[in-house]
């Protein structure tokens, strides 16, 4: 079965400091892979994805991501932090599954945000 | 502009209580999924449906039942609430051709 680990429960920055969340995946082909943000009491936004086009993914809100697959790694960066950042993030494959892609999640990382 | 909508954002319930959380997305998707989020273990699948009345379980799907008798709806199905099912519940739908999925914006459940 398909899955991913993020590396990192929490993640801490000062604002305007760089942004790296990890995301390592388990695949047997080129996977379809996302990342997530949920900001506090509010709902899952789409912040980019991989689906085997480009291996540089920009998002939105300056967020990218690089496809690696000798690394089997889609670690999530940002050049300089916001405080508005201040989110949990989800690393997200979707493996293909008697015909559906399922979405599978990693468990989160929360990045912490300091003046 | 793509839509997926929970009935509740917020619910309380007493231990015992058989109780409905609804999902409709408007998109006419062919998959429709249930998952729990709990702090520090992600989303967790419990149900998906990839037509009508067809269901499949997910990797936590004890204490549920889901039912899809409309393309558009997805329920899920506590049929006797427990404490430990306190958490919050998304909602998600997807295309059968496209890997990305939509959600809702989740229906935090409390069972006391």
């Known amino acids: 079965a398909q899955s991913v680990t993020q590396l990192d429960s929490h993640v801490s920055v000062s604002e305007g400091t760089p942004v790296l969340l990890r995301c390592n995946y388990s695949?047997?082909?080129?996977?379809?892979l996302f990342w997530y943000v949920q900001h506090p009491n509010k709902g899952l936004q789409l912040l980019l994805k991989?689906?085997?086009?480009?291996?540089l993914v920009k998002g939105i809100n300056g967020f990218e991501a690089e496809f690696k697959k000798s690394e089997t790694s889609f670690h999530l960066t940002k050049p300089s932090a916001h405080m508005s950042d201040a989110a949990e993030y989800f690393c997200?494959?979707?493996?293909?599954?008697?015909?559906?892609?399922?979405?599978?999640f990693g468990r989160g990382t929360s990045l912490i945000v300091h003046p | 502009d793509v839509k997926v909508t929970q009935s509740s954002r917020y619910l309380v319930k007493r231990t015992g209580e058989k109780v409905f959380l609804e999902c409709v997305q408007d998109m006419d998707h062919e998959n429709m999924f249930w998952y729990r989020q709990d702090p520090g273990l992600g989303l967790r699948l419990i149900y998906f449906s990839y037509d009508v009345k067809m269901k499949e379980k997910g990797d936590i799907p004890e204490g549920y039942s889901v039912s899809r008798e409309k393309k558009e709806r997805f329920s899920l199905i506590l049929e006797s609430a427990s404490t430990n099912q306190t958490s919050m519940y998304l909602c998600a739908s997807s295309s059968q051709w496209v890997a990305e999925a939509f959600f809702g914006q989740g229906t935090r459940l409390t069972v006391v």
């Open positions: 695949s047997s082909y080129s996977p379809s």
């Open positions: 997200v494959v979707s493996p293909l599954s008697g015909g559906s892609y399922i979405p599978t």
């Open positions: 991989y689906t085997s086009a480009a291996t």
